[in-house]
């Protein structure tokens, strides 16, 4: 059974720093872009940060110059580091992955998500 477990959310004051966490078990992918996504209540659930196996990343304009996303090919883990985080990054973050074999289809998977919370 494949899965993606995410970890590291919590409450932080704005300008402070989280780092979240999503490890994948049962597929060892030789191709992928894993990413994360939050949606905010009232709101469409909203791209924050790609990485591919090549390590391409990608942000959203929002969270550009504050957010990293990087990868531990070794540990099948990929990280989010945020930084001064404001009030509006207040959401459930969701880790995703498209991820490919070294032959066969791709697949998509769906963390459970985790909840992030910046207030004062």
């Known amino acids: 059974q494949v899965q993606l477990v995410e970890s590291g959310g919590g409450w932080v004051q704005p300008g402070g720093s989280l780092r979240l966490s999503c490890t994948v078990s049962g597929f060892i992918a030789k191709f992928y872009t894993m990413g994360w996504y939050r949606q905010a209540p009232g709101k469409q659930r909203e791209l924050v940060a790609t990485l591919t196996n090549e390590g391409a990343a990608n942000y959203a304009d929002s969270v550009k110059g504050r957010f990293t996303i990087s990868g531990d090919n070794a540990k099948n883990t990929v990280y989010l580091q945020m930084a001064n985080l404001r009030p509006e990054d207040t959401a459930v973050y969701y880790c995703?992955?498209?991820?490919?074999?070294?032959?066969?289809?791709?697949?998509?998977?769906w963390g459970q998500g985790t909840q992030v919370t910046v207030s004062s």
């Open positions: 995703y992955g498209h991820l490919r074999r070294l032959v066969g289809p791709w697949y998509e998977y």
